[in-house]
Structure formats: structure tokens, C-alpha cells
């Protein structure tokens, strides 16, 4: 099955600078990567995410990067805020079909801190 | 509003008791999740149905159980048989997925369970 790997787990920056995470996934069938912004006692909620018919997404603020070679994707925040503050998770899936159809794998999580 | 509702939010149970978690939605949504999270390992998923009355297992299925009679609703039985019930549990849904396409997931804001 698929495993995704994330990195770093913790990551602390300052107001105004960028912050970047990283994703590695195990599965070439994988097609479909999306990210998750999960706030303290709240269910996840997706920012944006990526398909593998694309190499780069961006909206605003946020961007999200995607190597099918390599097999990484990565997100990146810039001019982050403090309410930006809050833990982050990347998944992939592959609608290959079978016992697969649909079901994300997560990484992780990273928790992004941005102090003022 | 349309959106997903778990409840009750705080939920304590002695070992040795089933525990039912509730999970209705009203995004008319084919697909719904339950995921379990604990600290530094992600959203690993439980169970998983695409359609009423069916429903497959996850990652992590075992200890817990399922019905789908209806397509808003999916309730989560924690059972005396899971080993380390104490967790976060998170239901989602998504509109049912394709065989050429991936659609997001929509999360709940998430039931803690405590067994003591």
C-alpha cells in the first residue's frame, strides 16, 4: 500500500518569512495530493491540493510543487501570518480502484508555528 | 449550512464498554470516512463506505464497527475489543470518487474519546 513520509514534523518561523514542507509517497500509481490545515480541536481542512496531470499549483499565498519522478510534493507558505499557526498534513491517493478507491494515506503532520 | 456533525465532542467511557460515535452529514455526499489520530502518526483510517449499505475496512479496523443504513449517516462503534481506544476520531465525506478523478474530503470537527 501507500506510505507518505513528512517532513519536518515541527517547524517554527517568523512572521513575513516563508515556510516550506515536505512529502515523500511510495506509490507511482499515486495521481492525487492534497493538503490539509487541521486548527487545535477542529477536523482537518484542505488548502489546496495537486493533481498528477500538473507539476504546480499556487493560490495566493499558498503553493503547492509535485516531482512524479522524485516522488515528493511539497508545500509552500510565503509571507506566512500567525494565523497560519496550526499543524499540517499532506496525503495521497491513487483511483487506481480496488481495496485503494478513494482512500487518502496522511502523512504525519507538521506544526508550523509563526511567531510575531 | 451545509457540513459534517460528530458528537458529542467529549466522550468518556470505562474499559470494557462499547461506545457509539455519531457522524451525520448533510452535503449529500456518497462517500464517508472514519479516521482515528493520535499524536505524531497522522490520520490512519478506519472504515470506509461508498455507498449505503456497504461499507470496507480500513487500516485499522479491527476493534471497531460500522453501519451505513443511511446516506448521511455513519456511526462508529468503538468496541471492548480495541486494544488503546483513547484517541481522536475524525468522520469525513466526499462525493462518491470516480474512476478518472479524486475528489477532496470534508471533515468533521472531531470526537475525543477517553478510556479509563
Known amino acids: 500500500g501507500e506510505n507518505v513520509e513528512q517532513h519536518p514534523s515541527t517547524l517554527s518561523v517568523q512572521e513575513g518569512d516563508s515556510a516550506v514542507i515536505k512529502c515523500t509517497y511510495s506509490d507511482s500509481a499515486s495521481n492525487y495530493f492534497p493538503w490539509y490545515k487541521q486548527e487545535l480541536g477542529k477536523g482537518p481542512q484542505l488548502i489546496i491540493d495537486?493533481?498528477?496531470?500538473?507539476g504546480e499549483k499556487k493560490d495566493q499565498r499558498i503553493a503547492v510543487t509535485l516531482n512524479k519522478t522524485a516522488k515528493h510534493f511539497s508545500l509552500h507558505i510565503t509571507e506566512t501570518q500567525p494565523e497560519d499557526s496550526a499543524v499540517y498534513f499532506c496525503a495521497a491517493t491513487s483511483n487506481a480502484g480496488g481495496t485503494s478507491y478513494g482512500k487518502l494515506t496522511f502523512g504525519q503532520g507538521t506544526i508550523l508555528t509563526v511567531h510575531p | 449550512d451545509g457540513g459534517i456533525t460528530q458528537s458529542p465532542k467529549y466522550l468518556f467511557r470505562k474499559e470494557g464498554q462499547n461506545v457509539t460515535l455519531s457522524c451525520e452529514q448533510n452535503?449529500?455526499?456518497?462517500?464517508m470516512y472514519w479516521y482515528r489520530q493520535d499524536p505524531g502518526q497522522g490520520l490512519r483510517l478506519i472504515y470506509y463506505s461508498q455507498i449505503v449499505n456497504d461499507f470496507q475496512k480500513g487500516d485499522i479496523a479491527e476493534g471497531y464497527s460500522v453501519s451505513r443504513e443511511k446516506k448521511e449517516s455513519f456511526p462508529l462503534t468503538v468496541t471492548s475489543a480495541q486494544k488503546n481506544p483513547t484517541a481522536f476520531y475524525l468522520c469525513?465525506?466526499?462525493?462518491?470518487?470516480?474512476?478518472?478523478?479524486?475528489?477532496?474530503?470534508?471533515f468533521g470537527n472531531g470526537t475525543r474519546l477517553t478510556v479509563t
Open positions: 495537486i493533481r498528477s496531470n500538473v
Open positions: 469525513a465525506s466526499s462525493p462518491r470518487q470516480g474512476s478518472s478523478y479524486n475528489s477532496p474530503l470534508h
Open positions: 452535503l449529500n455526499h456518497d462517500a
